[in-house]
Each structure stands twice: as C-alpha cells, then as structure tokens.
C-alpha cells in the first residue's frame, strides 16, 4: 500500500517562499508518476504541477508558471514543490497524489493522496 506524507507548510509573508515535499512509502517510487494539487476554503480541488516517473516531464498551472517549479528526488523517494513568489491567493492546503500513468493534470487519474499541509500566505 502506498503511503503519502506532506510536510514543508506554513505561514509566509507575500512574496516569500517555501518548499513542500512528500515522501513515499509502501511501493518503489520510480513507478509513480507525481503531482501536487491545492484546496483553497471554498473552492475546488486544482492542479498545481505534476511530474513524471524518471523526471523529464513536468507541467504546472499557468497561476503558477514561473514561481512554483517540481522535482523529485528519486533516491529519496521525495517529489518537492518549491514555491517563491507567494501571494494571497495561493493559501491552501496542498495534497501530493501519486498514479502509475503519467504527469497527469486530472486528479480523477491519481490513485493515493497525502493527507494534506497547509500553506497561508499572509499580505
């Protein structure tokens, strides 16, 4: 069973940054495409940025481009979320999700979640 473990959330100051990161268990992490989505109160789940198995493909949302980017860290069975530039608006608690498909946008495609770490971002 795989096991997902959020840590790196806060509370920053605008234009501040922070790194996320989550670590898998339970399963080799080389066989898991990863991505990172968010929940701001009230809103929808969304995608923020995901990442292929061995690395070589990665997307993000264009609220993001430019100031977030995704890694991972295959010895370490690690995917990070490195975030600069924080603004208001990117407060939310943020998942890492793992599928053995692809760096997919769709949160219907992964199949295990993190339990979430919040991130607020004060003006």
């Known amino acids: 069973q795989v096991h997902l473990e959020e840590s790196g959330g806060g509370l920053v100051q605008a234009g501040g940054s922070l790194r996320l990161s989550c670590a898998l268990s339970g399963r080799a992490f080389t066989g898991y495409a990863m991505g990172w989505f968010r929940q701001a109160p009230g809103k929808a789940r969304e995608f923020v940025a995901s990442?292929?198995?061995?690395?070589?493909?990665?997307r993000s949302a264009d609220s993001v481009k430019g100031r977030f980017s995704i890694s991972r860290d295959n010895g370490k069975s690690t995917v990070y979320l490195q975030m600069n530039d924080l603004k208001p608006e990117d407060t939310a608690v943020y998942y890492c999700a793992a599928n053995r498909l692809s760096a997919a946008t769709d949160d219907s495609v992964y199949d295990y979640w993190g339990q979430g770490t919040r991130v607020t971002v004060s003006s």
């Open positions: 990442i292929s198995r061995n690395g070589d493909i990665t």
